[in-house]
């Protein structure tokens, strides 16, 4: 009797043991991967750095021509085919050190806009991409392992990888926000402008990219002057009833505009309505987020803030 019920209690920690485990799907190759492999690209650019949990090292490749970068396209295109099980379950307490992050990014000149890229991370065994979407495989990192001679190579000491650009495909895996990789919003009720007020009236998508109507009206007594350059309209999430900041997405240009503009003035009374693009943080999940729209008013710098949600 004894035996019977030993045997019944370890197939039943099997059994749970099966159930609490990450679940993972037919080998196929990578969807993400699969779309920059057959662009008509005349330049190539490629990062790759690795944390070790103290030290973010980073190898970037530049290549110009296509010419010049022959062997370097090789070893991309065979990084393209990495085939894996898709795995749902997946949390950031399987990361296990070192981590890498490969960026790869293809444009038809050097000095163009950028064309198409793609961001991955790995650690332990799994491939995290952009969308947060995890793979088990065994992808060749070798051939970006070691720099050319026109390279060059950093160090940085990191705390931990919140904040960190080159990893932020770890800030949201397996459909949810992994708040222990975001940073939370440093926001203070004094930078926030007063007399303006920013509203989002529309969500919609357009060349890929999620585009946000905004309308702000000048309420006060100074005029405003905001900027809708990329660097000055920050993108936050929230999370938990809490604010957190984004990153940009790795594969894409800081020089992306994030719409076009020649009045970049708010005078009192004034009312406008503009398209905003958040297309530098990459495709956003589904949530709620807020635009912060970055000028000057009253001899200081402060923003508007206009909140949406993406379904």
């Known amino acids: 009797m004894f035996r019977k019920i030993l045997a019944l209690v370890l197939a039943a920690a ?19 991967l699969e779309h920059i492999e057959d662009l008509d690209a005349g330049y190539y650019y490629v990062s790759f750095s690795s944390y070790d949990g103290e030290t973010l090292n980073g190898i970037s490749f530049h290549q110009n021509l296509l010419d010049e970068a022959k062997a370097l396209i090789k070893n991309v295109e065979r ?138 009206t000048n309420n006060g007594t100074e005029k405003w002057n905001y900027d809708d350059r990329s660097i000055f309209v920050g993108l936050e999430v929230k999370v938990g009833g809490k604010w957190y900041h984004l990153y940009h997405d790795p594969s894409i240009e800081d020089t992306f505009t994030t719409v076009l503009s020649a009045n970049c003035v708010l005078q009192p009374g004034e009312d406008i309505c503009k398209d905003f693009c958040p297309g530098l943080y990459g495709k956003l999940h589904p949530g709620e987020y807020r635009l912060l729209i970055w000028g000057r008013g009253n001899g200081a710098y402060n923003c508007a803030i206009a909140e949406f949600k993406v379904k």
């Open 79 to 216: 990084f393209l085919k990495t085939e894996g099980r898709k795995v749902t379950g997946w949390t950031t307490d399987n990361i296990k050190y070192p981590v890498y992050s490969l960026t790869i990014e293809t444009r038809l000149a050097s000095n163009s806009d950028r064309d198409e890229g793609v961001t991955v991370i790995y650690s332990n065994g799994y491939l995290i991409t952009q969308s947060g979407t995890v793979y088990k495989c065994d992808p060749d990192f070798k051939p970006f392992m070691k720099a050319d001679d026109n390279d060059y190579t950093y160090e940085t000491e990191l705390d931990d990888l919140s904040g960190a650009r080159a990893f932020s495909p770890l800030a949201y895996t397996d459909s949810k926000w992994n708040k222990d990789m975001l940073l939370e919003s440093s926001l203070d009720k004094n930078e926030i402008v007063q007399g303006v007020e920013a509203e989002a009236l529309d969500v919609y998508e357009e060349d890929g990219f999620q585009m946000v109507r905004v309308s702000m």
């Open 14 to 32: 099997v059994l749970f043991s099966m159930c609490s485990c990450m679940k993972t799907g037919p080998k196929t190759r990578i969807p993400e």
